[in-house]
């Protein structure tokens, strides 16, 4: 079915009630504000800020340790490498 102009459909119904919605939250959120919401909002900013830092280190402590994995593993092959080719060389002369 064909809507004519000016007909809106029941998707455009409902983003335009989101969207009233939305204002009409930002308009009370801004007549709410007060110093004690002001200092809930920077209790919450630092703990996410924690939050994420503490994310980071862990992160970071895991790259750390797969890191020195890695480079020992790297040593480990270079060494087994190093006979290899110490051993072919017996095994030519």
């Known amino acids: 079915m064909l809507a004519a102009w000016g007909d ?3 998707e455009e119904d ?3 009630e989101e969207e009233e919605g939305a204002v ?3 308009a009370r959120s ?3 504000f007060d110093e004690g919401s002001s200092d809930s ?3 919450l900013k630092n703990k996410v800020s924690g939050l994420n830092k503490h994310k980071l280190k862990e992160f970071l402590l895991v790259l750390i340790d797969e890191c020195d ?3 020992t593993e790297n040593c480990d092959l270079r060494d087994e490498c190093d006979e290899l080719k110490k051993g072919g060389l017996r095994s030519r002369a």
């Open 14 to 16: 409902r983003s335009e």
């Open 69 to 71: 994995a890695l480079h």
């Open 30 to 32: 801004e007549t709410d």
């Open 41 to 43: 909002l920077i209790r």
């Open 8 to 10: 809106s459909t029941d």
């Open 24 to 26: 009409a939250l930002m």
